[in-house]
């Protein structure tokens, strides 16, 4: 630590290194609102969240809620990200987006120790004068990148900010807070925005969309210390989310008949409609007609393992495609899922080709394998295999994936976590040795 601390101190005062390469080297790498990691964005279409989005921009530009804080809370898939986009590219349209951080857990956005170290390297590039403050402050205590997080949430964010109260207010978005690790760093966070509340001279508001988890509903509602914010509530079936999914489903195909049915099994799920237009626009997986026609018919003659999951017509919509998988392929493919959520950038030995490696299989039979899924996971493409990990498109697939009273036959079970890893790990050489 000693080491490391001197080294960011020499390369502060000899300036052979800045402040924001030094946070980009410690940052979560993705969690931006213009990442391609991300891409293809979800955003909201035109003409849809119209009541949300004139009330949060009115409230960004205004202040018209007198709260410097928002919580907007949803179902899975119900399109909270495609809002949290779509606000955060009007913050920067108006030049008032401090920073963004879209969790993903099955993409290995969501380590507590990164959040504020990544707020921070996009505040350097954002706000005016915030990156000199950074770079005295790390000066001055080289190790505040090792700090816990509410010690870098304090020294790293709101000292800094403090001193450019003058400035005008930035918004900061959390996208998918349930996502972030542990339950207990999320309410921390949401504790340290509030405890900022009567503290009027920060120039910073907070956004923060999530899932109604339990834990995060109970301290939204715990009355001891309250949380000071408005809150909005995106509901499965608003009159907006189901036009959001008629848009999605609008022009001369599909026909009419069919947008009612997707509409229907949709239920103002934005991630349903999006999922089946990349499945049946896929020129690997046939024709997008009879494709349509096939999915349309096994939502509609087949029975919901529980019926009583809101997410239920999603979940067939994942069995559907699971179930053309040839019954041989399934027990690698089985494995090549299990794997696949710890895959991320700082593992690429678990990237596509070491994945191969470990078990057994040439990539010509691994791409055969895995065309049919291009749907729910977005593929590298074979020249970016050896580096490359699979990307899943939303974590309602891996929600799916790992809860067996929604995926049936198709559960996966225990997961490889951080601590697999380790165990793992001893194993890397030899799997790189076949590259």
Known sequence: MVDQSTHIINNLIQGKTGTSRILYQEMTKGADVDSSVRWPQPKCYPGTRVRL?????????????????????????VGKSAVAQSVAEFAIGEGILGAVYFFSRPNKRHKYMEVFITLAYQLTIRFPGYQSLITAGLAAEPDLLEKMPHVQFRKLIVEPLLLLSHERKRVIIFDGLDECEGEGNQLEIIELINSLHSNTSLPIIWMICSRPEPHLKQIFAQTDYPIQCWREFLPIQSEESRKHVEEDADGCWPPETSIKQIIEKASGLFVFADTLLRHIEDSETGDPDE?????????WHSHPIDSRNPMYDLDLFYTCILSVIPGDHWSIIHQILVASPISSSECKWLAVQPICNLLGITRTKFYAMMWRLHSVIDIPEPFDAAETPLHFFHATFLDYLTKPNRSGQFFIGKLVTDYDVTIVAGFRDLFLSGL
Do not use: I
């Open 291 to 299: 494709r349509l026609e096939e999915v349309l018919a096994f939502l």
């Open 53 to 77: 989005m004139a009330k949060t921009q009115d409230w960004f530009l205004h202040n018209s809620h007198n709260y410097n804080f928002l919580w907007l809370s949803g179902p899975t898939g």
